[in-house]
C-alpha cells in the first residue's frame, strides 16, 4: 500500500535507505522519521521535518527519544532551548558506565 506523498517525500529514501520506499508511512513512522533527521538529517530535512511535524511533536520525541548521539543533543538543546538533564536519553547515558560508549 502506498501512502499519499507528504512534503518530506524526497528527503525520506535517503533517510529510510532500510525501509523499501512504497512502504514509507510518514504519520505511522514520525518517531523514525524525525530520529533519523535529528541523527542523519540535512539542513532541507529539518526544515521538511518542522514543517511537516510542527515543532511541538518534535519536541516531545526529542525529549523522549531513548537514544541520541552527544552531537545531536548538543543541536536539539540549542534549537529548542531544552536542557540535556531533561532528556531522555541524557538520562539514560548518566545511567550506563562510559566503557559501554568508549571502544
Given at each position: 500500500m502506498?501512502?499519499p506523498?507528504?512534503p518530506?517525500?524526497?528527503?525520506?529514501?535517503t533517510?529510510?535507505?532500510?525501509v523499501?520506499?512504497s512502504?514509507?508511512?510518514?504519520?505511522?513512522?514520525y518517531?523514525t522519521?524525525?530520529?533519523?533527521?535529528?541523527?542523519?538529517?540535512s539542513?532541507?530535512?529539518w526544515i521538511?521535518?518542522?514543517a511537516?511535524?510542527?515543532?511541538?511533536?518534535?519536541?516531545?520525541?526529542?525529549k523522549?527519544e531513548?537514544?541520541?548521539?552527544?552531537?545531536?543533543?548538543?543541536v536539539?538543546?540549542q534549537?529548542?532551548?531544552?536542557?540535556?538533564?531533561?532528556?531522555?536519553?541524557?538520562?539514560?547515558?548518566?545511567?550506563?558506565?562510559?566503557?559501554?560508549?568508549?571502544?
Amino acid at each position: 500500500m502506498s501512502y499519499p506523498p507528504s512534503p518530506l517525500a524526497e528527503h525520506l529514501p535517503t533517510l529510510l535507505w532500510d525501509v523499501h520506499p512504497s512502504t514509507i508511512n510518514p504519520q505511522a513512522m514520525y518517531r523514525t522519521i524525525i530520529e533519523r533527521v535529528i541523527e542523519r538529517g540535512s539542513k532541507d530535512d529539518w526544515i521538511c521535518m518542522l514543517a511537516y511535524y510542527g515543532r511541538d511533536v518534535v519536541q516531545q520525541v526529542i525529549k523522549t527519544e531513548p537514544y541520541m548521539s552527544d552531537a545531536a543533543i548538543a543541536v536539539v538543546c540549542q534549537l529548542f532551548n531544552l536542557q540535556k538533564e531533561n532528556l531522555l536519553c541524557y538520562q539514560r547515558k548518566q545511567l550506563m558506565p562510559e566503557v559501554l560508549f568508549n571502544y
